[in-house]
């Protein structure tokens, strides 16, 4: 073997002649003997072996040039036995002098490989996963050196795809050979937004097409990788220098993608792999594979998050080579969206009459993602552990956001059964829509409002579907999330407008632009905070810059033209915070006044009750307010310290807990004694269980995704007011950590539709 490895030349003539030997047709097996006898020439390798994963988890010998023939489907290692084993397990290569030495040599006497000792096996990887090992050997001791081993990287990705797409050996040959995973599975997750969904997997990154493996010139590829390359450590770099509020992320976390970013060796092994003859996306999966393999299996959880970064570096790095643009994709009818995790406008990106469901390896049921997804009426399950790696594009997907699983793959009676449960949830559905028109009226007379929140156009068309009776939140900031650049006041104002007139009689709150914390803007400038959830957000950045504030509240007057308007003010912590804001809407009637334009008919401005110093200053501030709304989400997350993102965290704590309890009915018993509106807008409100909940401490207005209608007011229906806030009161007495176990045989015993 040279000690240089392939010249580059030799490099990407090899995988031309692998490529044309299997142009020539035939039997696979002769294929794979001709691929493995070309590589072994080309290494000067006495010995190139292939091995491919069986269904039942082991490595075949697939095919050898130098091994003894006779064992060729015969010798087969399990996972972490013998080398070829333990690479499978490790995911990464194994370079070694003297094999034989290794505690992990397994020797196999059929194969015949007593006389060499130098070994070099490698991963044939599939997002992750080793689906093969490719191994060269040579007699004499020594050790492959770098470049040797990146060469053999090269053609175990390209193999892997070949062998993946059915180019290296024929599908119908491949029975039995575990290529992408196969068998079903099924995956336990927690619900980020109800329903069930059966349809067939699109991933939001999907790896790069065989076809588009090899780049035609690798010169021009390598100033496409660096150019891509710079304008990823130049954003990096900006972006720590606090130019581009881009992420979310500490500043620790920046300093190390920048550190990735600059990295030697990451930027090397994308070099080499685009010189040696692939195309710049293929190089960034190669490199990507091998990190995920590696560190994937990481047990310590910072070397995990290690790979975030990465995975998140690598996506900056395809955005870059597609030109910073996301491309559209064209869906399938029924697609079932895979990703380890989404911000919130990505999930808006897609063609929503297509997507039929949502699975996700991580975030949170309160993160802005979730409530995206609950807003589109989409069912999605997260922290579903390991799911990128166990599905394959085009896999068939059951998302069961009623109890919080995926099935991949699933078995003909599971679909069947599946299916049987979309029709009856159909039937359900279709009896909500019956309640439509029917008030909510507790058994014991109590009228209950339920609004709908909402944030986009497309909300809007839910309003009458699901029986609103108005918008109780109306999240401004997502308009401004899905845009490309800052909504000017001409669109601010259209669309608050749409939203008036789709609304008509009915009341509509718009809630000022809530940002910051992880709604961030890729145009507004802001500077990294060490906790974002705690930082310049909602109220404080609009009075902060209260150019930005006016600009709002001016564009909500005009939309109004003189009719009624309601505007609340999110996370408002002190008095003073409200007092401010509410001058602010003062100085803008008083500005359309003067320049002759219509005042509002009526003009309710409310405070959103997040964070908890309010709750001890209530007395000042409710009658300050002509409204309030509590936003649990955010209570919630302040009350327990409990970062809502952060899926450690975030369920950790149940809001149907004593302290939560205690802290809602505060407020509710609060603002009876002033006379104050209140309604609770949080995602609790729209869960039958929950919303029994408030309604048993006196909360007659709730506010929910327009999904959350139906079914809460089902519950409002054969709900006795009475006897709820009896057995709930009892409860908050409880020492337990959650009481959600008895409010559940509670409203079992009071027969209750939850
Ligand atoms: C909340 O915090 O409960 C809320 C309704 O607001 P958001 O989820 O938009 O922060
Ligand atoms: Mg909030």
Redo the contacts with the bound molecule.
């Keep these: 073997m040279p000690a240089q490895g392939m010249a580059i030349r030799g490099q990407r003539s090899l995988l031309r002649q692998i490529r044309e030997a299997l142009a020539g047709g035939g039997p696979a097996q002769a294929r794979l003997d001709m691929v493995v006898r070309i590589i072994a020439l080309s290494m000067v390798a006495e010995v190139c072996s292939i091995y491919l994963r069986r269904a039942t988890g082991e490595m075949e010998l697939f095919a050898t040039e130098g091994l003894e023939p006779g064992a060729v489907h015969v010798t087969r290692m399990k996972p972490g036995e013998g080398l070829v084993g333990e690479i499978m397990r490790l995911g990464r290569p194994l370079n070694l002098a003297d094999a034989p030495e290794h505690p992990a040599f397994s020797y196999r006497p059929e194969t015949g490989e007593d006389p060499y000792h130098a070994f070099l096996g490698v991963p044939l990887l599939r997002g992750g996963r080793a689906i093969g090992v490719l191994v060269v050997q040579n007699r004499t001791a020594r050790v492959y050196t770098e470049d040797e081993v990146e060469d053999l990287q090269i053609i175990a990705m390209v193999l892997a795809e070949m062998v993946a797409s059915g180019e290296l050996i024929g599908v119908e040959e491949m029975n039995g050979v575990e290529l992408a995973p196969r068998r079903p599975d099924r995956l336990k997750g927690s619900r980020f937004a109800e329903g069930l969904a059966y349809g067939v997997a699109v991933l939001h990154e999907p790896p790069v097409a065989p076809s588009q493996l090899l780049s035609e010139d690798a010169a021009a590829e390598e100033i496409r990788l660096k150019g891509a390359i710079e304008a990823l450590q130049a954003q990096i770099d900006e972006m720590l220098e606090g130019q581009h509020g881009l992420v979310d992320a500490s500043y620790e976390v920046l300093e190390t993608y920048r550190m990735f970013a600059h990295d030697r060796g990451w930027n090397r092994s994308l070099e080499d792999a685009v010189r040696n003859g692939l195309t710049a996306e293929a190089a960034v999966e190669r490199v990507r594979s091998e990190h995920r393999a590696r560190l994937g299996q990481a047990r310590d959880p910072y070397l995990r998050e290690r790979l975030h970064d990465l995975e998140d570096l690598n996506d900056r790095l395809l955005r870059h080579l597609a030109g910073d643009g996301h491309v559209a994709r064209d869906l399938p009818e029924n697609a079932i969206l895979i990703a380890r995790n989404l911000g919130p406008a990505d999930l808006l990106e897609y063609d929503r009459t297509r997507l039929r469901g949502l699975l996700l390896e991580e975030g949170s049921s309160?993160s802005?993602a979730a409530?995206v997804a609950r807003a589109l009426d989409i069912p999605c399950v997260g922290r579903l552990p390991g799911l990128r790696d166990r599905v394959s594009e085009g896999d068939p997907v059951i998302v069961d956001a009623e109890t919080g699983e995926a099935y991949l793959r699933p078995r003909t009676d599971v679909v069947k059964a599946i299916q049987a449960r979309i029709d009856v949830r159909r039937q359900r559905q279709a009896a909500f829509a019956k309640l439509r028109e029917t008030p909510a009226f507790t058994r014991d007379g109590v009228k209950i409002t339920l609004l709908m929140?909402a944030g986009l156009d497309v909300d809007l068309e839910s309003m009458a579907d699901a029986g609103a009776e108005g918008i109780g939140?109306f999240?401004t900031?997502f308009q401004f999330m899905v845009s490309e650049e800052m909504p000017r006041f001409n669109a601010q104002a259209a669309l608050y407008g749409r939203v008036m007139d789709a609304a008509g009689d009915k009341p509509v709150t718009f809630?000022t632009l809530?940002l910051g914390?992880d709604?961030v803007l890729p145009y507004l400038e802001a500077e990294r905070e060490d906790n974002p959830a705690l930082g310049w957000r909602a109220i404080r950045m609009g009075l902060d810059r209260p150019a930005l504030l006016r600009l709002q509240l001016r564009a909500l007057i005009a939309a109004a033209k003189g009719r009624a308007l309601r505007i609340m003010f999110?996370l408002v912590a002190s008095c003073d915070e409200f007092r401010a804001a509410r001058a602010l809407v003062d100085t803008e009637v008083a500005w359309a006044l003067r320049r002759g334009r219509p005042a509002p008919s009526r003009l309710d401005v409310g405070a959103?009750i997040?964070a908890p110093s309010v709750i001890w200053h209530l007395d000042a501030l409710l009658p300050m307010t002509d409204f309030v709304?509590?936003?649990?989400?955010?209570?919630m997350?302040y009350l327990f310290a409990a970062d809502?993102g952060n899926p450690r965290v975030a369920d950790r704590y149940d809001p149907l807990s004593p302290p939560a309890l205690r802290a809602l009915e505060t407020i509710q018993r609060a603002c009876a004694e002033t006379g104050t509106p209140v309604s609770v807008?949080?995602?609790m409100a729209g869960r039958p269980l929950e919303a029994f909940t408030l309604v048993a401490l006196g909360f007659e207005r709730l506010s929910m995704p327009p999904a959350g209608i139906g079914p809460v007011k089902q519950m409002v229906l054969s709900c006795d007011r009475e006897a709820a806030r009896r057995g709930v009161s009892a409860l908050l007495k409880s020492g337990a950590g959650s009481v959600r176990n008895e409010i559940e045989t509670l409203a079992r015993k009071l027969y209750l539709a939850v």
């Design positions: 309160a802005h409530i929140n939140l999240r900031e809630r809530d914390g709604k999110p959103m997040e709304s509590v936003g649990t989400n955010d209570l997350q809502r807008c949080g995602e």
